[in-house]
């Protein structure tokens, strides 16, 4: 089966369309989104409606949990607690009731599916370090697990011996002895200094994990953001991808 992993649109729809057409030729089996289609930018009831539409599996992020009102707003900074409040303003019940039918995580062939960390998946816990992989290794079951939440492909691999190594996101065949914890990073605001929309092909018969990168209008993103208000640094970052 090939699994398309995608993560952290954050209401960025052209970065959204410019992925969903790139796989279109990837001849993905499944989609699965990992969280936080909504918050930052200026689209979330379309990003909403179109994940809702296309995505065999749908993971809550924290982003959604805020428009749930079950995160507190002191856990995000101003820039975040801005687009908070702005989406909120925006979404129906409509669009309440959908984020309310996401999931905290699945299962999926063989991987594990999580916006944050496998350990206390609802806490929203960083996963940046091979301290911080070592919680979510002795949690996860699975050989391989995929998430996002901070916006960087990263892979984090454990030997038999339980060495734990951390790597960019590069595309790579699990070795059979390891475990992995793969960051697919993120569609809609990227920060590893690619501005270019991230995401993940799983191919479970070819054991094989590839990380793809698709440009977008930015530019038209940027645009709507600014009349919508939205602060200037998250318009600006995206031109940098951080």
């Not at 002191?74 to 984020?99: C, F, G, P």
């Not at 998946?121 to 979510?136: T, V």
């Not at 698709?214 to 208000?229: F, I, N, R, S, W």
């Amino acid at each position: 089966m090939r699994l398309a992993l995608i993560s952290d649109i954050h209401s960025n729809l052209e970065a959204l369309e410019a992925v969903l057409a790139d796989l279109d030729a990837q001849k993905a089996d499944k989609i699965v989104c990992l969280g936080d289609v909504v918050g930052y930018g200026s689209d979330p009831i379309a990003c909403l409606e179109i994940v809702e539409r296309t995505c065999d599996i749908k993971l809550m992020g924290n982003h959604e949990f805020g428009v749930l009102g079950l995160l507190s707003m002191d856990t995000l900074n101003q820039y975040a607690r801005h687009s908070m409040d702005w989406t909120k303003k925006q979404l129906t019940d409509r669009e309440i009731s959908i984020v309310s039918e996401y999931d905290l995580e699945a299962r999926c062939e063989d991987a594990c599916l999580v916006h944050a960390s496998p350990y206390e998946p609802d806490k929203w816990h960083y996963i940046l370090s091979e301290h911080e992989a070592q919680a979510g290794f002795e949690k996860a079951e699975q050989k391989l697990t995929f998430f996002g939440h901070t916006h960087l492909p990263m892979i984090f691999s454990q030997s038999t011996d339980g060495n734990i190594r951390c790597k960019a996101g590069h595309s790579f065949d699990p070795d059979e002895e390891s475990r992995y914890l793969v960051n697919v990073g993120s569609v809609g605001q990227p920060r590893d200094n690619d501005p270019r929309a991230c995401y993940v092909i799983y191919d479970s018969s070819e054991a094989a994990v590839t990380y793809h990168r698709v440009t977008y209008d930015l530019k038209a993103a940027q645009t709507k953001m600014t009349l919508a208000e939205l602060p200037t640094m998250l318009i600006e970052r995206l031109s940098v991808g951080r």
